[in-house]
């Protein structure tokens, strides 16, 4: 076993490219406990050394005598030896040559490492040791690199039974060299009799199959993780590797699953069936993960490895699979429902009828379907969603669109003001051929461009207190991107009224800001701001100006809230309010709270009702 340092390593990679296209040769010093394959050599220093093979350097080399006086002494005076020697092959494989087996007789019991520059730049190192007329390859480590390896169940009984060992080595060769140094049961389960990985056992670096990198010779840092995947079970045939995890995969019948999900520990429960199964219905509350995927997402879904973890499929034989995949990367806590989605069925247990979506809404919203968080049920929400936009100008555009490409199926639209020149600066869902427009039909227009299977509304009037409640009984949350206070009290109070969240957003010149205001979660707008201010501190953006991009990047962010509401996930900006500066390109989050006496919104109010909100906001601006 040679112990060469991650420092040593770098430089000898530097030496053997500047050497390129010829051979580089040196003497390895350091520290070494006796001449066998399993002895540990501890390379302390590398001393490059003149290649005397000058008029055949390309293919030759011969250490000057002088060079080896020098690392004599150099060994004798700091207590070391000599216990290698090493050189390069220039776009060769780092394997010893005929000549190398000519020329070395006199090296038994020494390391032999070759460094392999293909095209004067990847490197490759394989060491090895003379033995009688053949060669031996030596285990190569890093003295500091430290990996974990997870190993199948197939394969275990050669680890003790244990699913993940510690090995050493700088490369993916070097950790498995010394997994099967420690586990010798693994090497003809992993090698060839070349010493060559097997065909059929795939390896994994960091969820990363290593084909993709430099196969066995792809580097490794201190606390990766080093997956091996047999594309057979070690041997056994299908029926004994199920028993196998039969017994090792604990198994839930329907009932009992049915009562694990109604106590406090409920698992999370992965249905492995493809999406034709899932849409003939599933367990309440299942996330879809087909089986074919189930090793690249799982630990985005499921990042603690200590959690629940139940999976089904049809009969319960995939899931059994599926959970000793699941042992394998690591997690603790897996079971399988027996008899699966049949059996649960068969029991009288409830289940869920998924909407289908159409192969043309599959491919459209394609990468949607592809987040756990989303997923078929998730789109069949947002495809179900009804969202009024209040505006169609520069926040209610961004927002509009992004809400139309995700698919939310009905989006009303409210103004009405026509598409103007100044307009087009930052409201992208208007164009020069539209100007004169209405805003609603310019806006309705864009939009059935991009979806045609969205239903556009269009309210081409006056938002006002006679119509407000109307407009907006029809819709299940509101995006306000109102430029003016009066209609954003306006809309504050009918979603109060209505229990209608609110993503609310505003922006000034290079600043913008954004919130959600839910009755009964947290603050309205109105204990944000109980009065508005006057006119003279809040002039409008045709007074003011603003930043054309600025709108897009609020609005976005209104469209994403409002996205988070509609799927039930992640943590809405309720309570919180996002500032924006664009100049100093920072975000900033305030904590609001709600206002225990709100006229409006606190738990024991009367809905005082709406009012004239221009004559609400002309007296309590001018009194501010």
């Given at each position: ?124 190192l394989r060491s090895w040791l003379r033995h009688g007329d053949g060669w031996t390859e030596e285990i190569v480590i890093g003295g500091d690199t430290m990996a974990t390896i997870r190993i199948p169940s197939p394969l275990r009984h050669y680890t003790h039974g244990q699913n993940e060992v510690s090995a050493r080595g700088d490369t993916v060769r070097a950790l498995l060299q010394d997994l099967v140094h420690h586990y010798e049961g693994l090497k003809p389960q992993l090698f060839d009799s070349d010493g060559e990985l097997r065909r059929f056992v795939n390896v994994f670096l960091n969820n990363d199959d290593i084909r993709l990198h430099a196969g066995l010779d792809t580097v490794a840092v201190d606390g990766d993780m080093l997956e091996i995947l047999p594309a057979i079970a070690g041997g056994v045939s299908f ?231 109307d407009i907006f009984a029809g819709y299940d949350l509101i995006v306000d991107g109102s430029d003016n206070f009066p209609t954003r009290y306006l809309v504050n109070d009918a979603c109060v009224n209505l229990q209608k969240p609110c993503v609310h957003g505003s922006i000034f010149r290079f600043e913008g800001q954004l919130t959600v205001f839910w009755p009964g979660h947290g603050p309205c707008y109105r204990c944000l701001y ?95």
């Open positions: 076993m040679l112990v060469l340092t991650r420092e040593l390593r770098a430089a000898l990679y530097a030496q053997a490219r500047s050497g390129y296209p010829n051979e580089v040769c040196g003497i390895l010093i350091g520290r070494s406990a006796g001449a066998t394959a399993a002895t540990r050599r501890e390379v302390v220093l590398a001393l490059p050394a003149q290649n005397l093979e000058t008029a055949r350097a390309a293919d030759r080399f011969r250490i000057d005598p002088q060079d080896m006086a020098k690392a004599s002494a150099c060994a004798r005076a700091q207590e070391l030896e000599i216990i290698g020697f090493y050189h390069s092959h220039p776009d060769h494989p780092a394997e010893p040559s005929a000549t190398d087996l000519e020329h070395s007789s006199p090296w038994g019991g020494y390391s032999y490492p070759i460094f392999s520059v293909q095209q004067g730049d990847t490197v490759v029926p004994q590797w199920r028993a196998q995890l039969q017994q090792q995969i604990p198994e839930l019948d329907a009932r009992s699953l049915a009562a694990v999900c109604a106590s406090d520990t409920k698992p999370v429960l992965i249905d492995v069936r493809t999406n034709e199964e899932w849409a003939q219905g599933h367990l309440p509350g299942a996330v879809h993960l087909d089986r074919g995927y189930l090793e690249l997402r799982i630990e985005t879904l499921v990042a603690d490895k200590q959690t629940p973890v139940v999976c089904y499929c049809g009969s319960g034989v995939r899931s059994l699979f599926a959970a000793g995949a699941l042992r394998t990367l690591g997690y603790q806590r897996v079971h399988s429902l027996a008899r699966g989605f049949a059996g649960w069925k068969e029991a009288g247990l409830p289940f869920v009828q998924p909407v289908a979506l159409s192969d043309s809404q599959r491919r459209r919203y394609l990468r949607h379907l592809a987040i756990p968080e989303v997923g078929e049920a998730g789109q069949a929400k947002l495809l179900a969603a009804k969202v009024l936009c209040i505006g169609a100008g520069g926040l209610g555009c961004p927002a509009a669109i992004y809400l139309a490409a995700a698919g939310v199926g009905t989006l009303g639209i409210v103004d009405d003001d026509r598409v103007d020149e100044s307009n087009l600066q930052r409201q992208i869902l208007h164009t020069t051929a539209r100007l004169g427009a209405l805003k609603t039909a310019s806006a309705r227009i864009a939009i059935e461009a991009l979806n045609p299977e969205i239903k556009v509304v269009e309210h081409a009037t006056r938002l006002t207190a006679a119509n407000a409640l109980p009065a508005p201010p006057p006119a003279e501190l809040a002039p409008s953006c045709a007074e003011a100006g603003v930043l054309g991009v600025l709108p897009g990047v609020i609005g976005v962010l209104e469209a994403v809230e409002a996205i988070k509401l509609i799927l039930g996930c992640g943590e809405l900006l309720v309570g919180r309010l996002l500032r924006y500066d664009a100049l100093a390109a920072q975000f900033r989050e305030l904590r609001i709270q709600a206002d225990p006496l709100c006229r409006y919104c606190a738990p024991a109010a009367e809905f005082p009702g709406l009012v004239d909100y221009e004559r609400f906001c002309a007296s309590e601006g001018h009194a501010a």
